[in-house]
């Protein structure tokens, strides 16, 4: 939500903050930005994608070598030129790039108007860099002093960079709720939203925590907290490869990603999966098995394709666990005041770690005393810093907007703690146990062979580029994975879809089915598949245009239909971790049929730090 690049040192900061915004551009793309120092400050913006910026920007001379940049998912006032940031201060000595949201800007509004400040346009940014600007006239401080005095009043979240005329060798940044992450290079400093845009120039990083502060030069980083207090920097290693954060060949991020299926399961799977010893190794769940397996009630905190992977969950574990599960949307559970027990476990699912309204309700929770576990991807995220104990997913940097690799991963994951606990509480007969191991074991050569032929994908896809609507069904496990087919589809082609459940279909949205609907039916032979069966037929009366995704060799349903997506057998529990990677590739080849921007589809971000 949002990406912020800022970078002081000996190099161009302009090539550098372009390149560094086009890899954040995943967090917002409907306005970018720039602003350097060249005698005085110089601020470039355009409403759109980071390239039309670049565009507008060709040819003019932006000789600086510091600068800040940011890419914009709105949120006060509309995409556009004047709302993009940088945002300049009324006296003209700073500007500032922000992240997040001032709950309270309403307030400090009102008091700068009666000042006789003035605003050009409608953000919440631009009441904050005026706030810190009066701050600075009124009381003679340094800027350093007056983003401090400026913060303690501010409710809300952000990650803020300033430029500061008066000291056009210093950045200064802060950080509230939202990342940022400092490179340290040679002489040089890269501020970041995260680490992609910094990897290619050096490996050593400082995440900054909340209510620090920093104070950063091209050879000097200091960190403060709002009282003034230094703090000692805590320098990390990336472990990042550049590969992971490039398109390798691939028209699409979304498609690599989607490709990159089998080795990030592999991936989420190694080291833990222990076939030889029949076991499973995860040191985070070790650490709270006691907590795990006498839990009274499992809540599953998340949103989104997080969600849909929180509502597998919840249909996995309490089959192999045999423990109450709750699946929660965090933007609900915070605001209603929830029941939370000693006792009570919660699950936070999150790919980016970030999400606002999943970090706020686990906060909530943390404060009511329950055990917070996190199923996350992004190492030293924000979530992972207020879970107790967690397991990571492993599935690399996801850069698509819609999520895919994340998912299945999320999956692997859930799937592995439940069998964990399960084995721990002896809730699951040790047979079963093994015999679940060994179908993990199989996922990544059966992703192989479904993203081996795509063909039929490709030809339904053709097929129903054009259609208005979407019904997505499946019963029992692939119930979410109906979902999230139906929120794959809307999201990069931006056609309707609805998933629901298959037989729940018959009281209601089965009114919507005529010859135009194409209704797809998640079918993989399990425990519920006569009764799919049947609720197919139910459509195939009403002449709605069927597809389905089947377990190879099931010729049962070729009767109905010729749109058939053919899937490796899997046991019914494992099953949905292959059986979403058919509607994964339908989306995205509907999106590229209609001329979509796949990985950036309109009005979405990937990682959503405002509530
Ligand atoms: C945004 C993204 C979704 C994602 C959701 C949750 O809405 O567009 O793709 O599923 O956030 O994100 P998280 O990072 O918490 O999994």
């Known amino acids: 939500m949002c990406g912020i690049l800022a970078y002081v040192g000996h190099r161009e900061a302009y090539p550098v903050i372009l390149k560094g915004l086009k890899r954040l551009e995943y967090r917002g793309y409907d306005s970018s930005g720039v602003a350097m120092i060249h005698d005085s400050i110089k601020v470039y913006k355009k409403k759109g994608k980071v390239a039309e910026l670049e565009e507008f920007l060709m040819g003019k001379e932006l000789k600086s070598t510091i600068g800040i940049g940011h890419t914009r998912w709105a949120t ?238 919840e249909y996995i574990i309490e089959e192999l666990c045999r423990i109450p599960v709750e699946v929660e949307y965090a933007s609900e559970f915070r605001y209603r005041n929830p029941i939370v027990n000693k006792g009570d476990v919660i699950f936070a699912i999150s790919q980016s770690g970030e999400t606002a309204d999943t970090l706020v309700a686990i906060e909530r929770a943390k404060e009511q005393g329950a055990l917070i576990f996190g199923v996350l991807n992004v190492v030293g995220s924000s979530i992972a810093r207020v879970s107790h104990a967690g397991a990571y997913t492993h599935a690399g940097p996801e850069i698509g907007v819609a999520s895919t690799k994340a998912f299945t991963a999320q999956l692997v994951v859930l799937t592995m703690i439940a069998l964990k606990i399960a084995k721990e509480k002896q809730s699951v007969s040790h047979d079963r146990f093994v015999e679940l191991l060994h179908e993990l074991n199989a996922l990544p050569e059966k992703v192989e062979k479904i993203l081996s032929d795509v063909s039929s994908i490709q030809s339904i896809a053709a097929k129903t580029a054009n259609a208005n609507s979407f019904l997505y069904l499946g019963r029992g496990y692939n119930f979410p994975v109906a979902l999230e087919g139906a929120l794959k589809l809307k999201e990069i082609s931006y056609i309707h879809a609805e998933g629901y459940p298959a037989a729940e279909m018959k009281h209601g949205p089965i009114a919507l089915v005529d010859e135009s609907l194409p209704v797809l039916f998640v079918a993989t032979r399990d425990a519920y598949h006569e009764k799919v069966v049947s609720n197919m037929q139910e459509i195939n009366a009403r002449k709605g245009k069927l597809i389905a995704v089947v377990t190879e060799g099931d010729k049962t349903l070729a009767a109905f239909t010729k749109d058939i997506i053919a899937v490796p057998a899997a046991d019914e529990i494992i099953a949905p971790i292959l059986n979403v990677i058919p509607l994964q590739l339908l989306s995205y080849y509907i999106g590229v049929s209609r001329g979509l921007d796949v990985d950036r589809p309109r009005n979405l971000a990937k990682s959503v730090t405002v509530e």
């Open 76 to 313: 006060h006032g509309e995409p556009s030129d004047r709302n993009a940031h940088p945002h300049m201060s009324n006296s003209g000595r700073i500007a500032m790039i922000h992240n997040g949201i001032i709950e309270n800007y309403a307030s400090i509004k009102q008091d700068l108007l009666s000042k006789g400040y003035k605003f050009n346009s409608d953000t919440d940014t631009e009441i904050l860099v005026n706030f810190i600007d009066d701050i600075l006239i009124h009381n003679s401080c340094s800027l350093e002093e007056a983003v401090r005095v400026a913060l303690k009043r501010v409710v809300g979240a952000y990650v803020i960079v300033l430029l500061d005329e008066e000291n056009p060798d210093t950045l200064i940044a802060a950080r509230k709720g939202s990342p940022l992450v400092i490179g340290i290079g040679k002489g040089e400093h890269f501020l970041a939203s995260d680490a992609s845009p910094i990897i290619e120039y050096t490996k050593e990083v400082v995440y900054i925590n909340d209510y620090e502060l920093a104070i950063i030069k091209s050879d000097e980083l200091i960190l403060k907290n709002l009282g003034n207090e230094k703090i000692t920097p805590f320098v990390q290693q990336l472990d990042l490869e550049l590969s992971a954060i490039e398109k390798g060949g691939f028209d699409h991020f979304m498609l690599k990603e989607i490709y990159e299926q089998p080795k990030t399961i592999y991936d989420c799977l190694r080291g833990r999966l222990d076939i030889a010893h029949e076991d499973i190794i995860m040191g985070g769940v070790e650490s709270q098995i006691d907590k795990l397996k006498h839990a009274n009630r499992i809540i599953i905190i998340a949103c989104g394709t997080s969600w849909h992977a929180g509502l597998a969950a």
